[in-house]
T-cell receptor
Framework: GQQVMQIPQYQHVQEGEDFTTYCNSS?????IQWYKQRPGGHPVFLIQ?????EVKKQKRLTFQFGEAKKNSSLHITATQTTDVGTYFC??????????????FGQGTTLQVKP | DSGVTQTPKHLITATGQRVTLRCSPR?????VYWYQQSLDQGLQFLIH???????AKGNILERFSAQQFPDLHSELNLSSLELGDSALYFC?????????????FGSGTRLTVV
């Protein structure tokens, strides 16, 4: 079945270092969404990318959607301890026009050392 | 507060028992999704309801069932519980059928089966 894969699974960085997580889908996606889940919390929607090659920025976070619409990345510049959490990418199930079911990646857990 | 309400927050029950998890979507949202999150797994899709109708089903066990009521709240019923059913169960809602513009997640119900 359709799969969404993320690497790395875990990343430990020193505060101030940059961080990138990569997301790859087995199929082309109509859009890709990113979520952040803080420890002990629930996933929170960050952004949606729709267009091929799209790049969007939110302060220190940069999101990119690949040209083939099968991969995406999230880059955080100069990490802060508030960035700690698990970042998930998610894409709609291909061919499902009657549902908004999302397939989530396994997530990348970011730890930031102060 | 995300606007999606899940109750109870915690549930401890014995194997073989039956429990009901409840979700009230954000005001105006017609779609309700249920996801299971285990320690070693990401977010696994269970089921999607839109305006009272089932729209998609994941690899949901036969022991699990759900419904969405006319007031749009949803319940997830888990029966003949096994130790492996211990997990975080999240409900999410979205305004549209297709989930565009992202999901809003509730704070989850942590189920522990002993």
């Amino acid at each position: 079945g359709q799969q969404v894969m993320q690497i790395p699974q875990y990343q430990h960085v020193q505060e101030g270092e940059d961080f990138t997580t990569y997301c790859n889908s087995s199929t082309t996606l109509s859009n890709i969404q990113w979520y952040k889940q803080r420890p002990g919390g629930h996933p929170v929607f960050l952004i949606q990318l729709v267009k091929s090659g799209e790049v969007k920025k939110q302060k220190r976070l940069t999101f990119q959607f690949g040209e083939a619409k099968k991969n995406s990345s999230l880059h955080i510049t100069a990490t802060q301890t508030t960035d700690v959490g698990t970042y998930f990418c998610a894409g709609p199930e291909k061919g499902s026009s009657n549902t908004g079911k999302l397939i989530f990646g396994q997530g990348t857990t970011l730890q930031v050392k102060p | 507060d995300s606007g999606v309400t899940q109750t109870p927050k915690h549930l401890i029950t014995a194997t073989g028992q039956r429990v009901t998890l409840r979700c009230s979507p954000r005001s105006g949202d017609l779609s309700v999704y249920w996801y299971q999150q285990s320690l070693d797994q990401g977010l696994q899709f269970l089921i999607h309801y839109y305006n009272g109708e089932e729209r998609a089903k994941g690899n949901i066990l036969e022991r699990f069932s759900a419904q969405q009521f006319p007031d749009l709240h949803s319940e997830l019923n888990l029966s003949s519980l096994e130790l492996g059913d211990s997990a975080l169960y999240f409900c999410a809602s979205s305004v549209a059928l297709r989930g565009s513009y992202g999901y809003t997640f509730g704070s989850g119900t942590r189920l522990t089966v002993v």
